[in-house]
């Protein structure tokens, strides 16, 4: 195994069973990210990216295939275990086309809800949270309930609450699929600039050529096969 | 001090930032708490009631009595024993039995009691009773200023009856009025009150008029009295058959010469025959019925005491009933760390008797009237089957309300998997919640009680007068004694806190279990399925 891979699949396979009949999602996949570097994911409405992403997340069950998380080997046949759970909090973070922000809490204590969720929240993580939010452009909003926020602000805390706990892995799944074009390149910009900045690896999945062509590979899922462009 | 984040959650959810509380929490804490407060109320006013009637059976009958296994005469050994005993507080022999009452055609067979005159005022408080019982007599241009009947009034020749037994035979105690208009009819005004009336007074008009210095004067036209007399220490008498007056010559000054007006009503007298009397008449003797005035009406406040009843001495018992020197029972006190709990009382009467069990049975009071316990722990325990129920209710509310959270918010839930919350965990979430609306709860439900017992007279007053009105009030305030009923905090009494701890720990642990499902639910969801719905 390369140690300078930060996150490797290797055969990942995915069906659906659909009633009557399978639905072959993913048919052998395998993808290889080095340590700080991007990587882009087009492809059709329908054709499992989002399916991808979640199994690189272990949050959804793999048919057959392996995975590592840094030196921990996976196998993805099977449900994630505590360690592997544990592990995801501080080594992924997430992001999606919906914010899923949680709307009873503010925007510092949404940042900060990760840092919550793997036991290291103190008032340095604090500190973080607003680090990130500046850097975002919505250090100004720290106390606002995400309700009164609009779509790209969102976008922008969901972001820094991805980048909380400083995981090594960042998976973005269509996150400027919400926004108009001039706050979609705005929030694109400031999530690769974060990236590179915090040194966390990016899996972008996204129908837009332009953003795509921003990370360092790019790639094209079709008829469950993933192809470097 | 780092708080779980489950818990976090759980909080913040019921207590969004920058919102007060949300309106689903706030409805299901209050729900909880009038739950907690209704079940706690009930119980504890159970409770009171039990307290108060123990209260009035004691006052009725002592803490306990002795009974012997047959008519004796060996009492006053047994009493002189008991009473040297230094927790036993009072003895008092009694006899007891039905007679037959007449006055004119009408008739009765009260429960006749007979008491020590000299100890058994020390174990009924018949003063209590007598003060309960009194009737006033209503008039235009006369105000009815009898004193009130005193139990050291009762001879040999005088009995106080029941309410019931003086409405059936149409009987009173003797009455005075004091005439003229109704404003004059201040005591200030007249500088004198009524301090006793003698059952022997009979009926006439008196004239007190004042003298000057300490000298007054009391006359009766009908009478044909007319007597000087000086006040002795305050108090005017001019012997038997006439009322006695006190002189509040400290609030006024007197004019010489005043006088005022009083009519006397003499007490109404009953004949009394008893079984014996009446076996004699049927053999052909003749035997005059005993004649009896009625010095008093008295009412016990204990429901389980005989309606049809009257107290007389012990000596007209003896004599009417042809029972020299017998004795049907004694009335016992005992001292406090005796009487104050059952199993001791209990122990104590045991020990009592184990060494006369030959000839005496010592029976608390408890036992005596198991029945009516039995009764009311009866209802009480009928008001949480009916209560429990309306609980589970609640707690099904709660569990719905829960449900339709976990359901609002299945993406969040995805997402606090995808972030590497384990299942749970987020499951716990709801759980937390459910557990936290019944702390919240059961905390305001408590304080609720709380109140409720502090300010139980204003609200029963409140209630009583918007159901049974004005006129209603005194009667049924008089039945329920709500005016008197003890109903102890939780720091007073240890039972009174158990009942506030249980149903507390009741509310949380069915809120929590309510939370349970949701919970369940939470935990069990696939989180990518989780994060795709709609
Ligand atoms: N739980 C499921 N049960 C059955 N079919 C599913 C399930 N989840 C996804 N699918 C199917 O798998 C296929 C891939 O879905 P996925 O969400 O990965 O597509 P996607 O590439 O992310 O599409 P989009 O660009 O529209 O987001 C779709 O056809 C979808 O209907
Ligand atoms: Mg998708």
């Given amino acids: 195994m390369n140690s300078s891979l930060v996150l490797q699949a290797k055969n990942l396979s995915k069906t659906f069973s659909l009633g009557a009949e399978d639905l072959y999602v993913l048919k052998e996949i395998d993808l290889a990210l080095p340590r700080s570097s991007s990587l882009s994911i087009r492809g059709e409405s329908g054709c499992g990216k989002t399916t991808l992403l979640n199994l690189l997340a272990r949050i959804e069950q793999a048919d057959r295939g392996e995975l590592t998380w840094n030196h921990r080997l996976m196998r993805c046949d099977r449900p994630a275990t505590r360690e592997e759970v544990a592990q995801r909090a501080s080594f992924l973070g997430v992001v999606y086309q919906a914010y899923y922000l949680v709307p009873e809490l503010d925007v510092l204590e949404n940042v900060t809800l990760p840092a919550r969720i793997t036991g290291r929240f103190d008032p340095s993580i604090e500190d973080r949270a607003r680090f990130l939010l500046e850097q975002m452009g919505v250090g100004n909003k720290s106390s606002q309930i995400p309700g009164k926020l609009s779509g790209g602000e969102r976008q922008r805390v969901a972001i820094a609450r991805a980048l909380i706990n400083r995981p090594e892995v960042l998976l973005a799944d269509e996150p400027t699929g919400n926004l108009d074009e001039r706050t979609g390149e705005e929030v694109m910009d400031l999530l690769l600039h974060a990236c590179s900045e915090e040194g966390a690896s990016l899996i972008l999945v996204t129908h837009n050529l332009a953003f795509a062509q921003a990370t360092d590979r790019q790639t094209f899922l079709s008829g469950g096969q993933l192809n470097e462009v | ?534």
């Fill in chain 2, 1 to 534: 001090m780092k708080i779980p984040w489950p818990l976090f959650l759980a909080w913040k959810q019921l207590f969004p930032t920058q919102r007060k509380v949300s309106f689903f929490s706030l409805l299901a804490i209050i729900g909880v708490a009038l739950g907690v407060n209704v079940m706690i109320v009930v119980v504890a006013f159970m409770k009171g009631f039990q307290h108060k009637f123990r209260e009035d059976i004691i006052d009725a009958q002592g803490h306990a009595r002795a009974i012997p296994l047959s008519r004796t005469r060996e009492w006053p050994q047994l009493q002189q024993e008991l009473l040297n005993n230094s927790e036993v507080l009072a003895v008092s022999p009694y006899l007891q039995g039905p007679l037959l009452v007449q006055k004119g055609d009408y008739h009765s067979v009260p429960l006749s009691i007979g008491i020590d005159l000299s100890s058994g005022t020390s174990v009924l408080p018949l003063d209590e009773f007598l003060k309960n019982g009194q009737m006033r007599m209503e008039a235009h241009d006369a105000v009815d200023v009898t004193p009130f009947p005193q139990s050291k009034s009762m001879e040999d020749d005088v009995v106080f009856v029941s309410q019931y037994v003086a409405n059936r035979l149409g009987v009173r105690p003797g009455a005075i009025l004091r005439m003229g208009k109704s404003k004059d009819l201040k005591d200030e005004l007249v500088g004198v009150r009524v301090l006793e009336l003698g059952s022997e007074v009979p009926s006439a008009e008196w004239k007190l008029q004042y003298l000057g210095g300490e000298e007054w004067r009391l006359k009766s036209k009908g009478l044909e009295f007319d007597a000087k007399m000086r006040a002795n220490n305050g108090r005017l008498y001019a012997g038997p058959g006439t009322p006695a007056f006190e002189v509040l010559n400290d609030r006024i000054k007197l004019e010489i010469g005043a006088e005022s007006t009083y009519q006397t009503f003499r007490s109404s007298t009953i004949e009394v025959f008893s079984p014996v009397m009446i076996k004699r008449a049927q053999a052909n003797e003749m035997v005059p019925p005993k004649e009896v005035r009625i010095g008093g009406i008295f009412e016990v406040p204990w429901q389980g005491f005989h309606a049809e009843a009257m107290i007389g001495s012990y000596r007209l018992l003896e004599d009417v009933r042809d029972a020299t020197g017998l004795c049907d029972g004694m009335f016992l006190k005992f001292s406090p760390q005796i009487s104050n709990h059952e199993e001791t009382l209990h122990g104590f009467c045991e020990e009592l008797q184990l060494p006369r069990s030959v000839n005496w049975a010592f029976v608390p009071w408890f036992v005596e009237n198991a029945w009516f316990f039995d009764l009311l722990k009866f209802e009480e325990y009928l008001m949480i089957l009916i209560m429990v129920p309306i609980g589970l209710v609640a707690a099904f509310a709660i569990a719905i309300a829960l449900m339709t959270t976990v359901l609002r918010k299945i993406r969040e839930i995805g997402l606090l998997v995808a972030m590497g919350g384990a299942r749970g965990s987020v499951g716990s979430i709801f759980c937390l919640q459910g557990f936290l609306i019944g702390l919240l709860g059961a905390i305001a439900g408590c304080g609720l009680a709380l109140l409720f017992i502090r300010y139980r007279d204003s609200i029963m007053s409140f209630i009583v007068v918007r159901i049974a009105g004005d006129e209603g009030k005194s009667g049924v305030a008089q039945f329920y004694d709500f005016y008197s009923l003890s109903v102890p905090y939780p720091w007073e009494s240890s039972e009174s806190a158990s009942t506030f701890l249980t149903f507390a720990l009741f509310a949380i642990l069915v809120s929590t279990l309510a939370g349970l499902v949701p919970a369940w639910r939470a935990s069990r969801m696939n989180p990518a399925d989780a994060l795709r719905n709609e």
